[in-house]
């Protein structure tokens, strides 16, 4: 089982292009998430997935879209990168039930935008 | 907006104890978790609180104390492997997670 991976491991993108951050989860998990990861301000939330067919923002959604197709993906896409876009992206995901409901994240895709 | 504060740094020697402290003020509270993450990987749970008290799970523990908005992570009998990042993240009354900017931890032989 690979739990959550994460395409590609690492990228540079010139500023004005437009990228797909790609992430698989074979856990069934219903809720699917993308964090934003910077020097000292730690992890934010950039948009989140209740269940398939649902989307949400979170913190930072500006310049960031997603779609959620079915329960096992769940791309990030910037439409035109900017410089201020260069971090570190995790996906995770989490069963969505219960108390606990524990987020697992993947590898992560380092982005660096010239 | 969430607040989450913990320490930026801490060192420690190889087999003592350390305590990493995070307080909150966050919109609502339905949990506190404590992850691991060692450099340059992903992040990993090492622990859950929702009821105050301490959770305790073998060199590991976590105490929280919903009145005070604190928690801490406990690591006893430090191992090298044990230097990491460890993040404090609250879950809100969205049920969304917020993250402080994690602690680094350095374990010096």
């Known amino acids: 089982i690979a739990g959550i991976t994460q395409a590609p491991t690492s990228q540079i993108l010139a500023a004005g292009r437009r990228m797909t951050l790609r992430c698989t989860q074979d856990?069934?998990?219903?809720?699917m998430y993308w964090y934003r990861q910077d020097l000292g301000l730690g992890l934010r939330l950039i948009h989140y997935s209740n269940t398939a067919g649902t989307t949400g923002k979170g913190e930072v959604p500006d310049g960031y879209s997603v779609s959620r197709a079915n329960t096992d993906d769940f791309p990030l896409t910037l439409a035109s990168a900017v410089p201020s876009q260069t971090s570190v992206y995790f996906c995770?995901?989490?069963?969505?039930?219960?108390?606990?409901?524990?987020?697992?994240f993947g590898p992560g895709t380092r982005l660096t935008v010239l | 907006g969430q607040n989450i504060d913990q320490p930026t740094e801490m060192t420690a020697t190889e087999g003592a104890i350390v305590q990493i402290n995070c307080t909150y003020q966050t919109s609502g509270f339905n949990g506190l978790f404590w992850y691991q993450q060692h450099a340059g990987e992903a992040p990993t749970f090492l622990s859950y609180n929702v009821l105050d008290g301490l959770e305790e799970k073998g060199r590991f523990s976590s105490f929280l104390s919903r009145s005070k908005g604190y928690s801490y992570l406990l690591l006893k009998e430090l191992q090298m492997k044990d230097s990491a990042s460890y993040l404090c993240?609250?879950?809100?009354?969205?049920?969304?997670?917020?993250f402080g900017a994690g602690t680094t931890v350095t374990v010096r032989a």
């Open positions: 856990m069934r998990h219903n809720a």
């Open positions: 993240a609250v879950r809100d009354g969205d049920y969304k997670l917020s």
């Open positions: 995770a995901s989490s069963d969505g039930a219960g108390s606990t409901d524990t987020q697992y």
